[in-house]
């Protein structure tokens, strides 16, 4: 099993593999930089190598570790300059991981801004693909939205329809995200569902392409469309269903990532201990 969570990188770019191994970690997800901002910092060449020789000496494997894409960007945009400057972060945010590397890039499908879905799909295709072009050994994972106003991609069936026409294809794959595809009306709340919905989700995308899972219980309930990320097994899921899918992860040696929330009620050391006791 590679199970772990997302963590900060806060003072210095390799202390997300301190707070990833004092989590118990075996696997995680980083910001490569500040998720709020448009700018970033460029790495440099101690930043790269304090990262490197870190995650080198942890027993994490490299492929059980992620980069997410910061808030900012848009690819489905309608807007050029909006468009131009998303489509820059995509490409930087590649070459951030492939210096660090990171093998995947995580990123949101964006909104299409009341112009229509398929529109939306278009200029995100061709976001997609103009950055496939880039030479480098990062594969940047479609990850399924939660169906907000306006969003493209939250689909089984239109994902699918969007990863068909990414090339080359060994660039591209998927983030599965669980409280995403049950506000996006998945019913993942027990056993027989959570299959039932993998092997839609295996004919539309194939199950072959599903690289990092985003375990998140979810704060609403199943359609409600709302992005609010919960407790395992607290949530509208709710501890079968939260299960079922830690098992399917695990059998299909697919690494899984909390992205849970910080609260009075639980930290992220908890929620990786609760989740390991799901496996
Ligand atoms: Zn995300
Ligand atoms: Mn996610
Ligand atoms: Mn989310």
Same mark, same amino acid.
């Given at each position: 099993?590679?199970?772990?969570?997302?963590?900060?990188?806060?003072?210095?770019?390799?202390?997300?593999?301190?707070?990833?191994?004092?989590?118990?970690?075996?696997?995680?997800?980083?910001?490569?930089?500040?998720?709020?901002?448009?700018?970033?910092?460029?790495?440099?060449?101690?930043?790269?190598?304090?990262?490197?020789?870190?995650?080198?000496?942890?027993?994490?494997?490299?492929?059980?570790?992620?980069?997410?894409?910061?808030?900012?960007?848009?690819?489905?945009?309608?807007?050029?300059?909006?468009?131009?400057?998303? /489509? +820059?972060? #995509?490409?930087?945010?590649?070459?951030?991981?492939?210096?660090?590397?990171?093998?995947?890039?995580?990123? !949101? $499908? %964006?909104?299409?801004?009341?112009?229509?879905?398929?529109?939306?799909?278009?200029?995100?295709?061709?976001?997609?693909?103009?950055?496939?072009?880039?030479?480098?050994?990062?594969?940047?994972?479609?990850?399924?939205?939660?169906?907000?106003?306006?969003?493209?991609?939250?689909?089984?069936?239109?994902?699918?329809?969007?990863?068909?026409?990414?090339?080359?294809?060994?660039?591209?794959?998927?983030?599965?995200?669980?409280?995403?595809?049950?506000?996006?009306?998945?019913?993942?709340?027990?056993?027989?569902?959570?299959?039932?919905?993998?092997?839609?989700?295996?004919?539309?995308?194939?199950?072959?392409? /599903? +690289?990092? #899972?985003?375990?998140?219980?979810?704060?609403?309930?199943?359609?409600?469309?709302?992005?609010?990320?919960? !407790? $395992? %097994?607290?949530?509208?899921?709710?501890?079968?269903?939260?299960?079922?899918?830690?098992?399917?992860?695990?059998?299909?040696?697919?690494?899984?990532?909390?992205?849970?929330?910080?609260?009075?009620?639980?930290?992220?050391?908890?929620?990786?201990?609760?989740?390991?006791?799901?496996?």
């Amino acid at each position: 099993m590679r199970l772990g969570c997302h963590v900060s990188i806060s003072g210095s770019i390799d202390k997300a593999i301190d707070n990833a191994v004092k989590r118990k970690c075996s696997a995680f997800q980083i910001f490569t930089r500040n998720p709020r901002g448009w700018n970033a910092k460029q790495l440099t060449d101690s930043d790269i190598s304090n990262f490197k020789s870190k995650l080198e000496s942890s027993e994490i494997d490299r492929y059980a570790t992620c980069a997410h894409m910061p808030y900012l960007p848009n690819l489905a945009t309608p807007k050029d300059d909006g468009f131009e400057k998303s /489509l +820059k972060t #995509l490409i930087d945010e590649t070459e951030r991981c492939a210096q660090l590397g990171i093998p995947y890039l995580v990123t !949101h $499908l %964006g909104s299409h801004l009341g112009t229509g879905e398929k529109e939306g799909v278009k200029r995100l295709v061709n976001a997609l693909n103009k950055a496939g072009k880039i030479k480098n050994d990062v594969m940047i994972l479609l990850e399924n939205t939660a169906g907000q106003k306006n969003s493209v991609g939250y689909s089984f069936e239109q994902l699918g329809e969007i990863f068909n026409q990414l090339k080359p294809s060994k660039k591209f794959g998927v983030c599965f995200d669980t409280c995403h595809a049950f506000v996006s009306g998945y019913d993942l709340r027990s056993k027989d569902k959570v299959k039932k919905v993998f092997d839609e989700f295996d004919k539309f995308v194939g199950i072959e392409n /599903l +690289k990092i #899972l985003h375990l998140n219980d979810a704060k609403g309930e199943i359609g409600c469309n709302l992005d609010r990320h919960y !407790h $395992l %097994g607290l949530g509208g899921i709710g501890a079968e269903g939260i299960g079922a899918v830690v098992k399917y992860a695990n059998k299909k040696k697919i690494p899984i990532i909390l992205e849970t929330p910080i609260d009075d009620d639980r930290d992220d050391f908890e929620n990786i201990r609760i989740a390991k006791e799901f496996a």
